[in-house]
């Protein structure tokens, strides 16, 4: 938004007219979550010219989500707060002819350092490189804060009324059935003062 976008808050409201970027929040916490996740974005490039994946499908398992229908970027969890960047340069490149890439049109393509699976079984999560926690929770606000500018406001930008304060993310446990350590990595909590 603050780049001069305009937000559609769901699915449904992109039926009625197309739009250039369209973000999938992908959830791999169960199959039918992953398989959701996958035709929510098959589904939306119907109407959209973009389709980005990111969330914890798109740190999980990357080229999967890469070769899903309708997929054009990925973006994993670790770099969700360089999403907007990573997408727009990438978009920028190809619309200009200085991307040499293939065609996005079959696949999609992973943007960042995201690496799926194959990864894991040689490397811990914990062992990853995962953005700090300011980083990965507050990063409009937290940048804008201490960039010297005020804090970012809510008002016009959304039509909630109420907002969420995320403080902790990732989990150190493994259990056994559970993906979220790899999905979202080690865990991560602000300091006192920051909340």
């Known amino acids: 938004q603050k780049r001069g976008w305009t937000s ?19 959830c791999t916490v169960t199959d039918e979550a992953d ?17 980005v994946m990111t969330g914890c499908g798109a740190e999980v398992s990357p080229e999967k989500m890469a070769s899903s229908a309708g997929v054009d970027f990925v973006v994993g969890n670790q770099e969700k707060y360089r999403l907007v960047d ?3 340069q990438k978009i920028d490149a190809v619309s200009s002819g200085s991307d040499s890439t293939p065609s996005i049109e079959k696949s999609g393509e992973v943007l960042g350092s995201v690496q799926g699976y194959e990864d894991f079984r ?6 990853r490189d995962w953005p700090v ?9 937290f940048e804008s804060h201490h960039a010297g500018a005020a804090p970012l406001g809510r008002a016009g930008q959304t039509a909630r009324t109420r907002s969420f304060l995320k403080i902790q993310e990732g989990c150190d446990h493994f259990c056994t059935y559970c993906v979220i350590p790899y999905g979202r990595g080690p865990s991560r909590s602000l300091p006192i003062e920051e909340v």
């Open 8 to 26: 559609v808050q769901s699915a449904s409201d992109s039926q009625d007219s197309p739009v250039d970027l369209f973000i999938v929040n992908s």
């Open 35 to 51: 398989k959701q996740s996958r035709k929510v974005a098959a589904k939306a490039k119907a109407n959209s010219t973009h389709v």
């Open 86 to 88: 990573l997408v727009l």
């Open 122 to 127: 040689s490397r811990h999560p914990m062992d």
């Open 133 to 141: 926690a300011e980083r990965s929770l507050l990063s409009p606000i």
